[in-house]
């Protein structure tokens, strides 16, 4: 029987003053049936992906049959995406949720899912992330850091949204300040549409557009209501650039001290949650919508996005050619299927 030692007092530091050091857990083994506290910090996210994470914790409780917990430290307590990656490789907090893009530093595979047209479409994207052939050498390739992939959750298709005007053609990001995430290849790829890359945390965009620091952003719909960057940037234009799934990461420390049966039974509540939230997120976002036309007026538009394509194509060239990221590419474009929708073939 693994076994679950004691938070160091080092832990206390920092994330730990919320609740204070004397609440500090002390994990045991399951035989001595003490309850193991996890903790799950996440930043600010849509209510479908707060109740997917939710899900999880009660899968979770319900499959140990309540030998194992989660705690949560919801919307951004203890940092942005960057810092709770940090505090779960380190130990300090179990779990966390986060894009994809923010794992590119750590790990080199996740650089992928930036790329603008990865996917043919939506069905496209699922028969990626459902594939393990392909996902699980990715969740394991920050193993070496101190932590691993369980799970993704649908994060939807991004799209550029404006305060000046819409988007029709790359044209109209020319000389524009676009806020992208801290992600290498989304800085090239709004470089490639003739824009002006600004990389910045989630919580800085609103205020960014609201003192025209930028002239817009880069996200699913759920910004518009839900951050409120509708109240400002008023106009939605579906490009779709790209699909980042977000992800759930774990300490593998925290997973080798589990019992075999309550790691599984974590791992099959982390693949429930995920169906969980396909189903929400996708209701969701058509309430997203009615909303920010209601009480923000916010125009949506579609978009050919066949000049975006041509655009970034250097940077399909780039994976495809690269001998780190050759293998991959071709995977992930050959769960397209057939047809020519997808140009960089």
Known sequence: MKKRAILTSSLCLGFLSLSGCSNATTFTSAEENEVITLRFAYASNSQPVIDAMNEFGRLVEEKTAGSVVLQYFPDGQLGG???????????????????????????????????????????????????????????????????TGMTYYDSGQRSFYMVDGPVHSPEDLKGKKIRVMQSETAIKMVELLGGSAVPMGSDEVYTSLQANLINGSENNEFVLHTAGHGGVAKYYSYDEHTRVPDIIIMNDASKEQLSTEQELA??????????????????????????????????????????????????????????????????????????????FE
């Open 81 to 147: 995406e960057r810092e709770l990656i940090e505090l779960t490789q380190s130990g300090a907090v179990d779990f966390t949720k986060v894009s994809a893009s923010a794992l590119e530093s750590f790990s080199k595979d996740y650089s992928i899912f930036s790329v603008p047209y990865l996917f043919k479409d939506e069905a496209h994207f699922f028969n990626v992330m459902d594939n393990e052939a392909i996902m699980e050498p990715i969740y394991q390739s920050t193993a070496n850091l101190g932590f």
């Open 266 to 343: 974590i791992e099959e509540a982390a693949k429930e949650s995920t169906v969980f939230e396909i189903k929400a997120f996708s209701k969701a976002i058509e309430e997203e919508k009615a909303i920010a036309k209601e009480k923000y007026g916010v125009q949506f538009n579609e978009v050919d996005n066949s000049p975006f394509r041509v655009a970034v194509a250097p940077l399909h060239d780039t994976f495809k050619n690269a001998p780190t990221y050759q293998k991959l590419y071709q995977m992930i474009q050959e769960q397209g299927g057939s047809g020519d929708e997808n140009s």
